[in-house]
């Protein structure tokens, strides 16, 4: 079994900060790429923020130059920097790994998402 976990969300006033962690845990041989997405309510889950188990990077173009994502492959975590949040950045995040498991399978796994409420 993999679970990931995430954690860092909450409420924050336009223009702040917050910086969510996502920890997976379990029978983990090997990450992959680490994703994080959002859903707005009435919308579709949507990727913001990707980065390769080599280190590269990927944003989608209303984040640019304000998120930063990273990751700890020793400890198999990844972190989402929000900085200058807005309104329209309110969303249940969610993390997502493509994890090889003690099994030898390849599978992509998600979190139970967290809440971004951004307002003033």
């Known amino acids: 079994q993999v679970q990931l976990v995430e954690s860092g969300g909450g409420l924050v006033h336009p223009g702040g900060s917050l910086r969510l962690s996502c920890a997976a845990s379990?029978?983990?041989?090997?990450?992959?790429?680490m994703n994080w997405n959002r859903q707005i309510p009435g919308e579709q889950r949507q990727m913001v923020a990707s980065?390769?188990?080599?280190?590269?990077?990927w944003y989608t173009d209303s984040v640019k130059g304000r998120f930063a994502i990273s990751r700890d492959n020793a400890k198999n975590i990844v972190y989402l920097e929000m900085n200058n949040l807005r309104p329209e950045d309110t969303a249940v995040y969610y993390c997502?790994?493509?994890?090889?498991?003690?099994?030898?399978?390849?599978?992509?796994?998600w979190g139970k998402g967290i809440l971004v409420t951004v307002s003033s």
């Open positions: 980065v390769s188990d080599g280190g590269g990077v």
């Open positions: 379990g029978s983990i041989r090997k990450t992959y790429n």
């Open positions: 997502e790994m493509v994890i090889t498991n003690t099994d030898g399978d390849v599978r992509d796994y």
